[in-house]
T-cell receptor, first 113, second 118 residues
Framework: GNSVTQMEGPVTLSEEAFLTINCTYTATGYPSLFWYVQYPGEGLQLLLKATKADDKGSNKGFEATYRKETTSFHLEKGSVQVSDSAVYFCALIDLNNNNDMRFGAGTRLTVKP | EAQVTQNPRYLITVTGKKLTVTCSQNMNHEYMSWYRQDPGLGLRQIYYSMNVEVTDKGDVPEGYKVSRKEKRNFPLILESPSPNQTSLYFC?????????????????FGPGTRLTVL
């Protein structure tokens, strides 16, 4: 079956530090990949997405590249801010399997001033 | 404004007392889904629906029921809640893409319902 594995948290960084959150996936088909962000007390919001191999999704300074050869979709940001503190979820959707959607366990990021 | 709404946002109840959490979307989405979020487990799908009158079990359907009588609404029913159903619940909706459509169908999430079963 399909699954997503992302690095365990929590991750604590100082402001302006470089961020990487690793995400790898297993899929029977050719999925689309997503990163969602959940701010305290809120629902999940789409951060970025990539629908085919070598696509790069980007938004708000975050980037992730769809690497089919390594089945990965790592999230990066060059300089984090306190306002980036949130929980980040990697996810996939399998259009060949009734739009089956799978989420990683989530990684909590705390950015300190 | 395009959105997914859930009610109630917070609920404390007792074991065995039937409850319903409502979910509504105004984006004309075919696909709707319920998840529960528990620490260390991420989001796990409870039930999903690909269109009106079409529902199917997700990964953790035991103890839950759903219905999809209208396109916009997808209520989650707990007939006899138990303490292990204490969790944060999210409803989500999206367009239903077929396998040839690579645009991706990101899900739009409601704000969540925090349920405590005593």
């Amino acid at each position: 079956g399909n699954s997503v594995t992302q690095m365990e948290g929590p991750v604590t960084l100082s402001e302006e530090a470089f961020l990487t959150i690793n995400c790898t996936y297993t899929a029977t088909g050719y999925p689309s990949l997503f990163w969602y962000v959940q701010y305290p007390g809120e629902g999940l919001q789409l951060l970025l997405k990539a629908t085919k191999a070598d696509d790069k999704g980007s938004n708000k300074g975050f980037e992730a590249t769809y690497r089919k050869e390594t089945t990965s979709f790592h999230l990066e940001k060059g300089s984090v801010q306190v306002s980036d503190s949130a929980v980040y979820f990697c996810a996939l959707i399998d259009l060949n399997n009734n739009n089956d959607m799978r989420f990683g366990a989530g990684t909590r990021l705390t950015v300190k001033p | 404004e395009a959105q997914v709404t859930q009610n109630p946002r917070y609920l404390i109840t007792v074991t065995g007392k039937k409850l319903t959490v409502t979910c509504s979307q105004n984006m004309n989405h075919e696909y709707m889904s319920w998840y529960r979020q528990d620490p260390g487990l991420g989001l796990r799908q409870i039930y999903y629906s690909m269109n009106v009158e079409v529902t199917d079990k997700g990964d953790v359907p035991e103890g839950y029921k759903v219905s999809r009588k209208e396109k916009r609404n997808f209520p989650l029913i707990l007939e006899s809640p138990s303490p292990n159903q204490t969790s944060l619940y999210f409803c989500a909706s999206s367009l239903f893409r077929d396998r040839e459509d690579r645009r991706g169908n990101e899900q739009f999430f409601g704000p969540g319902t925090r349920l405590t079963v005593l």
